[in-house]
């Protein structure tokens, strides 16, 4: 396989710089979704597009899922009267499970960054957001595209707000992320559903090789803190820390964050951490495309 050259493999926070310039842009349109076919939808996506669809559907009746579940979901739980899909590439397990879904008479909304779905059979209705090449697994721009759709936040205000007061911050802060290898990540009730997000990119970036933890400030108040880590660092997003650890970071959100501030203001976060770190994923992703691409059966590019 063909190494893309460093510029290519850009770091995270690189990634969330690019990704809000590209939505800040007047010429970037962002679908409007309608979802109102459905009164209680199977939602589906996997990894970080099952956490996209949760934050979109908050607060409505809907049936959440991922790869593994959706089966079980749509044989046990008959008012389902559709799905709502979302995959960035819309392959992989996309088409599979609208399959199933269509099977049993029911409709499928797709919400891809993959114009090409729109000619697939398997969907009834196809959203295409606008989309920056990545390198396979970031899924920032793809995702924030959708949040911001739901969200109508400002992205110009989002990039401001980092380039201003979060560097700031970062900054400031001293010894560096360098000197920890492990790493809790508290952020308010409000953007429970990032978690999932925060913890996945931890995963994809460092593997085993940092511990990390994300709760909200009320769940990290239930034991989570019992054993101490003299190496761990307490990043507060928000809300001022002043109960766990004995070294500790701050990072301010905008009076107005939503979802797409979050995720962006998370994200950035944990991309200084990566460039402070050894280059694990540099190192190792050209390789795991290999691999993916004989579990999935179809070309897997490292920039996608």
């Known amino acids: ?4 050259n460093d510029q290519q ?3 995270l926070d690189v990634c969330v710089l690019n990704a809000l310039r590209l939505f800040a842009n007047p010429e970037t349109e962002l679908p409007k979704v309608d979802f109102s076919k459905f009164k209680r939808p199977l939602v589906v996506g996997s990894g970080n597009a099952a956490a996209t669809g949760r934050i979109i559907f908050a607060g409505k009746d809907a049936i959440f899922a991922d790869e593994s579940t959706y089966k079980n979901k ?4 008959t008012n389902i009267d559709g799905a709502v899909l979302f995959s960035a590439s819309a392959s992989k397990h996309a088409p599979g499970i609208a ?8 409709k499928v909304i797709l919400l891809t960054c993959n114009p090409a779905a729109r000619d697939m059979d398997n969907f009834d209705d196809v959203y295409v957001f606008p989309h920056l090449p990545e390198p396979y697994t970031y899924n920032t721009s793809t995702y924030m595209g959708m949040i911001l759709a739901k969200t109508r936040e400002n992205a110009q205000h989002i990039l401001d707000y980092i380039n201003t007061a979060i560097d700031e911050a970062l900054h400031e802060f001293s010894p560096g992320f360098d000197k920890f290898d492990a790493f809790f990540l508290l952020v308010p009730e409000e953007f429970d559903l990032i978690r999932i997000m925060l913890t996945t990119k931890f995963v994809e970036l460092f593997g085993r090789r940092i511990a990390r933890d994300v709760f909200t400030t009320e769940q990290a108040q239930h034991a989570t803190t019992l054993v101490p880590c003299d190496t761990e660092l307490f990043i507060s997003f928000g809300c001022e820390n002043k109960w766990w650890g004995k070294n500790n970071l701050f990072i301010p959100l905008p009076k107005d964050a939503g979802y797409a501030a979050m995720m962006a203001i998370g994200y950035y976060a944990i ?14 992703i050209a390789h795991y495309c290999e691999e993916a691409a004989k579990w999935f059966g179809k070309p897997m590019p490292v920039i996608a």
């Open 1 to 4: 396989m063909k190494y893309p």
């Open 9 to 11: 493999l850009i770091n």
């Open 74 to 77: 749509l044989k046990n739980i």
């Open 99 to 106: 399959n199933a879904v269509k099977e049993m008479g029911k």
């Open 271 to 284: 991309g200084k951490i990566q460039a402070q770190k050894p280059p694990w994923f540099k190192e190792n």
